[in-house]
């Protein structure tokens, strides 16, 4: 798969039955549909479900940040802010082919998922960690 931010192929990370899509060059992560659901659920995160589906089926944030194509169906990706401070904007395929993390995204949202959810954080750290060792997300 080609990266949809620099165009250049993406290594395929294997993590429990998961397989991510990663740019080496930008840093950003590939999640196809339901992987990102098994991820945090391999980590005993599975409330998160309902927090990640209203993210899914909220509205479409207005940004000046560039539009991203799919790089499975190469049509344009609709934004969706997961909340302000630092905001996070990631982009979802209109076809549910999946979701597209700029570099250091994913921690940031495993950080806010885990703030709502203390008795989480250990599953929470496991998670950064091994993000962090992949993925070598900023602090
Ligand atoms: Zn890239
Ligand atoms: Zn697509």
Redesign the pocket.
């Known amino acids: 798969m080609i990266c949809p931010v620099c165009k250049y192929d993406m290594l395929v990370v294997e993590y429990h039955d998961i397989e991510l899509d990663y740019c080496n060059s930008c840093k950003g992560v590939w999640f196809d549909t339901g992987e990102l659901e098994l991820l945090l659920k391999s980590h005993g995160l599975e409330e998160t479900k309902i927090f990640l589906d209203g993210i899914l089926n909220s509205q479409e944030t207005t940004s000046s940040e560039k539009k991203r194509n799919?790089?499975?169906?190469?049509?344009k990706?609709k934004k969706k802010s997961l909340g302000a401070q630092p905001e996070i904007l990631i982009d979802m395929?209109?076809?549910?082919?999946?979701l597209w993390f700029d570099g250091g995204e994913v921690a940031q949202l495993i950080r806010r998922l885990a703030e709502e959810h203390p008795s989480k954080r250990d599953s929470k750290e496991q998670v950064i960690s091994f993000l962090e060792e992949v993925f070598e997300a900023p602090d």
Request: aromatic share 0%.
């Open positions: 799919c790089p499975v169906c190469d049509q990706m395929c209109r076809d549910k082919h999946g």
